[in-house]
């Protein structure tokens, strides 16, 4: 079974960071809120709580409907934005290349929070390759909350399909440290 991992990175990337995604071992998917008419963009178990980001199988422009949901295990607290809204309206995205690896993130904003769900992938330890990826949500005055994924995100988020349902490239992000890999 070819890994979560491996087929988006290895499109969407090049050179050194495409490497370090052809090294990604198969790993089980994390939890998720996506139904099973939905495609799985990102799934991340964060402890106490889930944060997934689906989109319905008829993506194409005009027909896609991509939505992030975020709760209890047992209770979606936020399903956002609401159905039918143009994923292109809500959604920035962005992908980063550094000496180490390369991240790919989807960004929203809803009700004056920021939210950035991101996955990253390098070699920040010598001879391994990890998989992260967490949320990040930024309020006006106050410092960002990182919510790290507890083992690895399944996910299928490359920025070809992003272009495709209409989400623009846009913004800055950077890695949280506290979620980096030490030694």
Known sequence: MTSPAVAPLRTALSGLAATFALAMPACAEAPSYCGADETIIFSCDLGSHTASVCASRDSGPGEASLQYRFGHLD??????????????????????????????????????????????????????????????????????????????????MHMTFFREIGITEGGEFELPAEVIPKK
């Open 75 to 156: 209770k979606v607290l936020v399903n956002y934005p609401p159905e039918g809204t143009p994923p292109g309206a809500v959604f920035s995205s962005g992908m980063i290349s550094y000496p180490a690896g390369a991240s790919i993130w989807l960004r929203f904003t809803r009700e004056a929070v920021r939210n950035t769900v991101f996955i990253a992938v390098g070699d920040w330890i010598p001879g391994r390759v990890d998989l992260i990826g967490g949320v990040v949500t930024e309020t006006e005055g106050k410092p960002p909350e990182v919510m790290a994924c507890r083992g690895k995100p399944t996910y299928d």
